[in-house]
């Protein structure tokens, strides 16, 4: 399985439409998990520029003022969407791989460090997540 998890600071920026694509275009991820998209409303138009072919599905949560915002991608090709959940700052989806026949649960989430989280809202947010990656 490949995946493409990047915190992009600015979708809009000059260059990352064109890098993104030439980057999806070359791996063929089965996923992609942009962070600090920092749009408020994503317009088709972008994501035509990401997968002009439109093999994938795309969710996003909007930026909040002038950071975050989250944009997933999944590659229709290899992946089903059984179910997906947003917050405010996470989206989270119950994904099948048509190739493995396994399940998989996918969690994009950002993380304000000026806000205090408490320990219950992770815990409550990882709950019905059965194994999780961490990736830094």
């Known amino acids: 399985m ?16 064109s890098f993104l694509k030439d980057l999806i275009q070359e791996h063929q991820f089965h996923f992609i998990g942009l962070q600090e998209t920092i749009v408020g409303n994503l317009e088709d138009h972008v994501l035509a520029k990401l997968d002009p072919q439109k093999n994938y599905l795309w969710k996003w949560i909007p930026a909040r003022g002038r950071s975050g915002g989250i944009l997933t991608g999944i590659n229709m090709d290899k ?43 992770w815990l409550s947010l990882l709950a019905s997540v059965t194994r999780v990656w961490i990736l830094s």
């Open 2 to 17: 490949k995946g493409l998890i990047w915190n992009c600071r600015g979708i809009r920026k000059t260059g990352v439409s």
């Open 79 to 121: 992946l089903e969407v059984g179910s997906f959940r947003e917050g405010k700052y996470m989206l989270q989806m119950n994904l099948w791989d048509k190739a493995l026949k396994l399940k998989w649960n996918f969690l994009m989430c950002i993380v304000q460090l000026k806000r205090k989280i408490k320990m219950n809202s």
